[in-house]
């Protein structure tokens, strides 16, 4: 059973809680239902500062949905996704395909607020 | 009526007459250069199979099938706009109506290609027929003369010439006795020279062939100890069970007499520079055009004349055709044979420079410009290594050095070897698709950085493989030159190579990722190409379990989840049955979970069973069912031990010599969960009938009455290779000890994802080395080795058992962290009786194209 938060914020985007914290794997990625999509959520707990991207779960090379399950990694600096059927990278930022950029995935702004993982919708 | 098909209208047809090696090139280049933008292509074939390699041709005696030879990929005749005619001989051409005629209808053309190759020729001779009147040209001609040797003994080439000793080869592997015919007064009166050929012949004799110079086939009788009689002139004869006949081609210019067009005074088409025929709409290359009177029988000349022809087509300018470098470098039943030039000193006022060992039978020799300046021809027999460097001087004009004797003499410590930085831009480098040095230089400045990917852009070696070397040392000496040493790093993250890392990540006891990229790498978090590399190293080293969560986002999501991803998303599970014994209550149990499950069910090459089709979520209550039943993983999904496949050996087999099941499962249960760089198979047969197929695995053992023989460094799959006999007689203990050394030899050794047989191949010194350093212990590591084995072994644990002890690593097995069903996405369809995934016309869904915002 999972718990539908809603709440306004400044910029009027509306977020939508997915799945709680301790649902995410660190350097890597699960995958939460949102309104009949699939999202790929990335947890990457960097020194830097703690990051979650959420990106589309269909990989569209292969029609099937499996980013959630890729691998992680930076391609000259820049967060990557890697498909794990046919290996070409997303970047996690924009979706942007590096290999083929007329594949782009759709990305979803992200937060952890407390322990809940939000996307933002709008 | 919309735009796209006014287009179409406006397309021109363009047919091509023949799909041999030329006519696929030529096809290839038109596609590449955006042809089908103007010109739909129909290809015609006389045979039934497309393109393939015919330089290779006498392979497939060894092993190679046609499918292993036919050039290029398929997609190349399934682009739409192409269309391949298989098996469909064109009967005629209409240069009236130009239209071409096959039994399937006329055809009209815009534009035609002829590339129908040549046919072998065969001399008049009196009761040649049937099997005493082979050739050998097509894979139908090979698929006869196996017909034909089959109950034969004794077999004869007429011809003695590159091809006929390609074909003597041929007879060779199919276990004939073979001898070789030639009517001039030495072997490949064309490219060599008499003491060339004399050494050519001294070497091919001791190879156990017989060659027998300067005698003419007069007349074909059927023979008394053996089939047919070759009476030559005088009493002389030979004779044998069948007769190849390899003296020389023929264009194949039918089509070109039927139809009128002009032809060369010896046959074939008459073409011009640019290859037209004398019909503007007709052009014709490779062995059935004649330029200047000329037939060209080798393939790089005719790749010329097709990329001239498809760069013209396609209206770009196109380089003429003005004749060919009919250089040649050969391997001719595994002696080294090379040609450059003017090989036989025929320029006015050439001098030569000769070196003959006749010990090994080698000879080599250099031809001069009367001044001595220039390089002009070079015969080389026996050792081909000098042909790269000799094969420039002459082609690009370099200047001799003042003694350029020691071009050919013995290479002494001080090589004087052309360095490749001597090389002009404009020298070729690659002249099967016409490569020069130029033309690498900028494709390594235009990024690229490793020698495939080098390949893949210039296509440069990807013809007869000849220069491969060449490539190499031009490659790694441009990269140099621009200040990168030859860049061996694993990945952006890493400037090491996996020998490196390993090595670091022994000696610093490193056991996470974390802090090998601390330590030694670049960034924080790494990729896709140096996580899995690391988490196999790892794992390698300290074998700790793989779920752990350090480890876990490492691994490839095949590791990670410890099954094999499907196309679909959908997994396939292979529990370990050790060498592919299996009892009936394990099988009912296996049955029993597919059934449950609805898993399509498939048998492996490795004698295991594969179910298909679960989703994430099922994983773990199918694991826990598999080992209720006494399953254990299998590591199908890791780069590690697959299986020990097994005959059932002394046990039931009335030929066995030894329990080959007993020492499979012996040898599985100790390798299983070893990591390694690449997946490693083990196969043993109880006999030398080698019925578990040993001889194709990394490490095959097969019994003899004294024990065991290894072999090491095979592999089946894209590029087989034998594995090699390593060590004869083994005792059980000696066979572990050395399959345990062997092992962990590689996995310290070789490269990110290298096979065995691949590093073996890489292994300076060979296998002489790998036997110093695994028998004669000469680097003093044998105990090392041993001991790091056992530790992998010691810290053996089935992944799966663990996995499903530990909540938290369960978690993982989620389809969706929000919900607990599956991937409605992911639909099957019946068929033969079993599930598999619906192919996107069975859904009958519209993809939806979703806006971006």
């Excluded at chain 1, 809603?6 to 914290?21: D, I, M, P, S």
């Excluded at chain 2, 095979?714 to 034998?722: A, K, L, Q």
Aim: proline share 4%; net charge negative.
């Amino acid at each position: 059973m999972n718990t539908l938060t809603l709440e306004r914020t400044r910029n009027a985007v509306e977020w939508k809680t997915l799945c709680q914290r301790t649902d995410l794997v660190a350097d890597s990625g699960v995958v939460a239902w949102l309104d009949g999509a699939q999202v790929a959520l990335f947890h990457l707990p960097l020194s830097g500062g703690e990051q979650v991207f959420a990106i589309d779960n269909r990989d569209p090379k292969s029609g099937a949905n499996v980013i959630g399950r890729g691998i992680v990694g930076t391609l000259k600096g820049e967060l990557v996704i890697a498909s794990p059927l046919y290996k070409q990278h997303f970047r996690l930022a924009d979706g942007v395909c590096i290999e083929y950029p007329e594949q782009r995935l759709r990305v979803w702004p992200v937060r952890l607020n407390g322990d809940r993982v939000e996307v933002g919708l709008g | 009526m919309n735009s796209y098909s006014a287009t179409s209208d406006t397309l021109q047809t363009l047919v091509v007459i023949g799909n041999g090696m030329v006519g696929h090139h030529c096809v290839e280049q038109l596609v590449e250069r955006g042809a089908l933008a103007h010109y739909q292509i129909h290809v015609f074939s006389e045979e039934p199979q497309r393109a393939y390699d015919r330089v290779h041709l006498s392979e497939y005696f060894s092993g190679r099938d046609a499918q292993a030879l036919a050039l290029g990929d398929i997609a190349l005749y399934q682009t739409p706009g192409v269309t391949l005619h298989l098996g469909r001989a064109v009967l005629e051409i209409d240069r009236a109506r130009r239209e071409v005629v096959s039994d399937a209808g006329r055809l009209a053309y815009d534009k035609l290609v002829l590339a129908t190759g040549s046919f072998p020729f065969v001399p008049p001779i009196e009761g040649a027929e049937g099997d005493s009147r082979l050739v050998y040209r097509t894979l139908g001609d090979l698929d006869r003369i196996r017909d034909a040797a089959k109950n034969a003994r004794r077999g004869v080439v007429v011809g003695g010439g590159l091809l006929g000793l390609e074909a003597a080869n041929a007879l060779k592997s199919l276990g004939l006795e073979a001898h070789v015919v030639e009517f001039a007064p030495r072997l490949m009166p064309v490219q060599l020279d008499e003491q060339g050929g004399q050494a050519l012949k001294d070497r091919i004799e001791a190879l156990g062939v017989s060659v027998h110079l300067s005698r003419g086939t007069q007349s074909i009788s059927a023979g008394s100890e053996y089939r047919y009689r070759m009476n030559f002139a005088g009493e002389d004869f030979l004779e044998t069970d069948l007769i190849v006949f390899s003296a020389g081609i023929r264009p194949q210019d039918a089509l070109a007499r039927q139809s009128g067009l002009e032809l060369g005074p010896r046959g074939g088409v008459a073409i011009d520079s640019q290859c037209v025929s004398s019909d503007p709409h007709i052009y014709a290359i490779g062995e059935c055009a004649a330029w200047n009177g000329g037939i060209f029988g080798l393939v790089a000349p005719g790749y010329q004349m097709a990329r001239a022809v498809a760069t013209q087509l396609c209206g770009e300018d196109s380089e003429p055709f003005m004749g060919a470098d009919m250089s040649t470098k050969l391997k001719l039943l595994g002696v080294d044979v090379g040609s450059i030039g003017d090989a036989h000193g025929a320029t006015p006022g050439a001098r030569s420079y000769r070196f003959i060992d006749e010990s090994s039978a080698s000879y080599r020799r250099l031809v001069v410009s009367a001044d001595g300046k220039r390089a002009l021809g070079a015969v080389l027999v026996g050792d081909n290594s000098y042909y790269d460097t000799l094969l420039q001087y002459v082609s690009n004009g370099i200047d001799l050095p003042a003694d350029p004797a020691g071009l050919i003499l013995p290479l002494g410590e001080a090589a004087p070897a052309l360095g490749v930085d001597a090389l002009p831009a404009t020298a070729t480098v690659c002249s099967c698709h016409n490569v020069s040095k130029g033309a690498i230089c900028s494709a390594i400045d235009g990024g690229c950085s490793e020698l495939s990917e080098l390949k893949a852009c210039t296509r440069a070696a990807t013809g007869c493989g000849g220069c491969a070397a060449l490539l190499k040392q031009v490659f790694e000496h441009e990269l140099s030159a621009r200040g990168v040493t030859v860049d061996k790093s694993l990945c952006e993250h890493f400037a090491h190579t996996r020998q490196e890392l390993y090595a670091i990540v022994r000696v610093e006891r490193i056991e996470s990722f974390d802090a090998l990229l601390a330590r030694h790498g670049k960034g924080h978090v790494g990729c896709d190409i140096c996580k899995p590399a690391v988490g196999s190293i790892l794992a390698s080293c300290w074998n700790q379990p793989i779920m752990d969560p350090a480890l876990v986002p490492l691994q490839d999501t095949n590791d990670t989840f410890m099954a094999n991803m499907q196309k679909n998303g959908t997994y396939s599970i292979i529990p370990r049955i050790a060498g592919g014994e299996i009892t009936p209550d394990k099988l009912i149990a296996l049955g029993a979970v597919a059934k449950k499950y609805e898993l399509y069910t498939k048998i492996t090459g490795g004698q295991r069973i594969d179910l298909f089709g679960a989703q994430l979520h099922q994983l773990p209550q199918i694991w826990s069912e598999l080992v209720d039943a006494g399953f254990e993983t299998g590591h199908g999904y890791g780069k590690s031990l697959r299986t020990v496949k097994s005959c059932v050996g002394s046990t039931w087999c009335r030929y066995g010599v030894q329990d080959s099941v007993g020492m499979a499962l012996v040898l599985e249960n100790r390798y299983k969960g070893v990591r390694a760089p690449h997946k490693f198979k083990l196969a043993v047969s109880g006999c030398t009938r080698e019925c578990a197929e040993a001889q194709s695995k990394d490490i095959g053992v097969i019994a003899t009455d004294k024990g065991w023989n290894l072999y090491v460094a095979g592999n089946g799959g894209m590029r087989p290779r034998h594995a090699e006999l390593f060590a004869t007689d083994l005792d059980d203990a000696t066979l572990i000890r050395y399959i345990d050394r062997f092992l962990m030899f590689y996995i310290r050794t070789a490269d990110r994802l290298q096979r065995t047989s691949v590093w073996r191949e890489s292994l300076e010194g060979g296998l002489d080395y790998l036997k110093a350093v695994i028998i004669d212990d000469s680097l003093g590591l044998a105990a090392e080795l041993e001991a790091q084995m056992q530790l992998l072994i010691d810290r053996y644990q089935c992944e799966w058992a663990n996995a499903l002890q530990d909540p938290e690593k369960l978690k993982r097995f989620r389809t969706f962290v929000n919900d607990a069903g599956g991937d409605p996405a992911i639909r099957f369809v019946e068929e033969r009786g079993q599930r598999r995934p619906a192919r996107a016309g069975e859904l009958h869904l519209i993809p939806v194209a979703e806006e971006l915002n």
